[in-house]
């Protein structure tokens, strides 16, 4: 099988941001082998969840799965790439604030926008979920998260929301 | 909408099975007597050199599976899509893997392709094998969508065409609502055969313990479905270990088949099994097992995870319905190679 594995991850890193396609696929593909050790690539695979390449996108989904918490010092960026126009990037970024937990109170202001008025419902959702995650810390979200479930228009944003609202507490 | 591709001829019913390798004819002979009346078939064996490219390990022919068990396998195969099925060495292992069982269920097909099943299940017979493949829809709540099938061997294993589908999802609680197929061995006389459901699921690893408390709900629910079938198991990656099971630990009578070890690739988490009603599901035969594909087929690390980052997981039942056959017992050695 191939040894092209051997590269280093901010070589990946730089791949991942090439012009060919199918350079950019190998390197989200090498960074999901390389599993909680391409945690210094979060952010790039967070971005490359909105590239034009659904091999890119399929690679960065799976290794953005595995790798746990963001670093702290990624917080501030995830918390743009949760409100920005990009759905499958705002998903995971989403999902990357929950798993920081408390850790990401600074993003709760964002991701109660998110759960109000996102167009992706399923960005929405995952807005409502990481913000049960953070916690008693996301007490400024209680009103986005209280409209979510009083409209009651998608079953699960209303469940999430309400087991959010529950983890919150206050 | 999950569908069967057009089925293969039934093949024909095998009058008498070989003797396992390794197995003294008196010991055969036993096994014959206590399942006279069982044919479950290896017709497919033939030697042909295998097509394609060389085979990592040892190949040849299909080694005969042993034929007092029905092997039943869960295998996620990480992002299998258009960059894996394009890696002639990478398809090698993976038609190995399936080679070893009558049924696997995969998870995390992922491709924009119809094609990457129908190719992969066409390098598997490419040995003379006769595997065939059922196949859901693509199901996630974004635009990153993922496909569940089942490979499974025609020789051994009939597909109930009117039972292939997706569970119900009320709620929307499992990210990508499992597929389902009832299955049923190839003996004689068929009303002997072992019958059960196949639910096949990919959690999603953020929400788990809610996931699997739906699962457990969909388990009850399976169970009750058709009054004419008590066997239902539950495989796939769970991304949790049975302490991590919630509502399945609260059923008396739920058991599964890997414990006590580890199913990724890096050896370091419990992820994938089978879960079943132990008091229904009497022809489990206790044993069970995860496909190391490092050491199986002889890769570094690195090789194994272009494979995938999970290994499969197996279960070994018996191939007659339990209530026609007390006292089950595998007389065959059930091990698993390279094929």
Redesign the interface.
Known sequence: MSGSESSSLPALIAQLASTNPDERAEAAELLCRAGTAAVAATLPLVEACGDDDSRVREWAVAALEELGPPPAEIIDHLTEIAAGPEPLSAYWAATLLGRAGRDAAAAVPALATCVASAEDMAVRERAAWALGKIGPAALSAREALQQAVAQGKDARLARLATEALAAIGG | MAKQPDSPPLAAMVPSAPAPPGQSMPGRWLAGVALLLIALGSVGAQAQAPAGPPPLAPAGAPAAKPWDAVLIASFNI??F???KIA?P??VNVLTQVVRNFDVVAIQ?V?A?SDGIIPQFVKAINADGSRYHYVIGPRLG????KEQYTFIYDTNRIEVDATSIGTVPNP???LHRPPLHTRFRTRINPPQMAFTFWLVDIHTD???VPQEIDALADVFSSMLTLRPDEDDVIVLGDLNAGPPQFGRFKKMPNAGWAISNATTNT?RTKTYDNLIFDKTTTREYLGRSGVLDLQSTYG?TL??A??VS?HNPVWAAFYPCEAQNLPGLQATTGIALAPR
Do not use: A, F, W
Not at chain 2, 141 to 144: E, I, K
């Open positions: 990480q992002v899509g258009e960059s890696k060495q990478v995390e992922r924009k709540r974004t635009v990153s709620g929307d609680r690893p953020d929400e890096h890769l690195d090789q995870l272009q980052d």
